[in-house]
């Protein structure tokens, strides 16, 4: 039987109609091309048609603090992913996923014909990871440990032990350790984090979009050990054999302003924080946990159906949500912090008023 094709959320995310005050949005507020530091000489259209960009792919290396051998260049991060999967998974495989988990993470391993396992991220523990769980999920068949971190659609943070418990848990099983890390940015450490430093065990993928407001330059990438990374160009070779030139040449750049663009994003998530926990201690009648960094926020809707409170707020036109279905937990949401403090305070009195009408009439 051919796997199934493409993948639920994105169709939705694509295809949804955009809202004035929209809490869909997990990244940043698009930047202008003048807002980002100019490319040296004039944009050159056509590059070497080699592997990466040498510029870029340095860049990167200098901003996470490993060798340039161990990157491989993507086309966003959800191309990475899509290549690191497709470098380890076969229809033989096992993967082991998260749950909830970003749904394009189990629509590749399914092209793939990879079989799936899963262990559940707890509400009641703050999505936390428990190693245990990972541990009992994992087989002699498994070839690959899919995680998020920041988690997506929580926005919960995994530290660095319980992250070495995963990497030994993979290790025993002669498998790898994936961690998606488009949304850790968001955590804002003068020298950020990423597993790649965990040992040779770790996979990390991310990208300029979430954090940084670049989706349009398409730039992400793969931290793995040298010869991994070799057999991911490989892969690189028949997905989009090279980059798009001239938005390589913006990356680079960017990468020279990071800094000043970072700042922009603290400022915005932080002000979206503090107004949506104080949403969230006005809200009997949702479950929720505080929200300390990060895009992205999953609280639980007590009574009554998310179906139900997204058509409330159609009523209006003005604000909408992700439902949790996607993520395989339909009584509750995800709610983007990737928008305008006042649009976003905006956004979260509608949604006050729809829960209110909700409750009303549940």
């Not at 915005?268 to 929720?288: S, V």
Request: include cysteine; glycine fraction near 8%.
């Amino acid at each position: 039987m051919t796997p199934p094709v493409g993948s639920r959320y994105l169709r939705w995310a694509k295809l949804h109609r955009p809202s004035r005050y929209d809490l869909t949005s997990s990244g940043m507020p698009h930047l202008a091309l003048a807002d980002l530091p100019a490319p040296p000489g004039t944009l050159a259209l056509g590059g070497t048609g080699a592997y990466g960009y040498g510029a870029l792919g340095n860049a990167i290396a200098r901003r996470y603090r490993v060798p340039a051998d161990r990157v491989v260049q993507a086309l966003g991060c959800s191309m990475a992913n899509f290549l690191a999967m497709s470098a380890l998974l076969g229809p033989a495989d096992e993967v082991v996923i998260e749950h909830p988990a970003y749904e394009p993470l189990l629509s590749v391993a399914r092209h793939l014909g990879a079989s799936i396992r899963r262990f559940p991220r707890r509400a009641e523990d703050g999505f936390a990871i428990d190693p245990a769980e990972v541990a009992r999920a994992v087989t002699a068949r498994t070839r690959l440990i899919v995680i998020t971190n920041l988690h997506n659609p929580s926005g919960a943070f995994t530290d660095d032990e319980t992250l070495r418990e995963i990497g030994r848990i993979a290790e025993s099983a002669g498998a790898r350790a994936l961690v998606d890390e488009v949304y850790l940015d968001a955590l804002f450490e003068a020298e950020p984090r990423t597993s790649a430093h965990l040992g040779d065990v770790f996979i990390a993928t991310s990208s300029l979009t979430k954090v940084y407001g670049l989706a349009g330059l398409r730039c992400g990438w793969i931290l793995a050990e040298p010869r991994l990374a070799c057999r991911m160009w490989r892969m690189v070779e028949i997905a989009n054999n090279i980059g798009a030139h001239p938005a390589e040449q913006l990356a680079a750049a960017a990468f020279a302003g990071i800094d000043a663009i970072a700042a922009r994003s603290k400022a915005m998530l932080d002000a979206n924080r503090d107004a949506l926990n104080a949403f969230y201690r006005t809200r009997g009648d949702l479950e929720w946990t505080e929200h300390r960094a990060g895009s992205v926020s999953f609280p639980r809707l007590r009574r009554g159906s998310v179906r139900r409170l997204r058509r409330v707020l159609a009523a209006d036109g003005a604000t909408d949500i992700v439902p949790g279905a996607f993520f395989g937990m339909p009584d509750h949401f995800r709610i983007g912090l990737g928008v305008d403090p006042a649009a976003f305070a905006a956004g979260l009195e509608r949604l006050g008023r729809a829960l209110d009408h909700l409750d009303r009439t549940s």
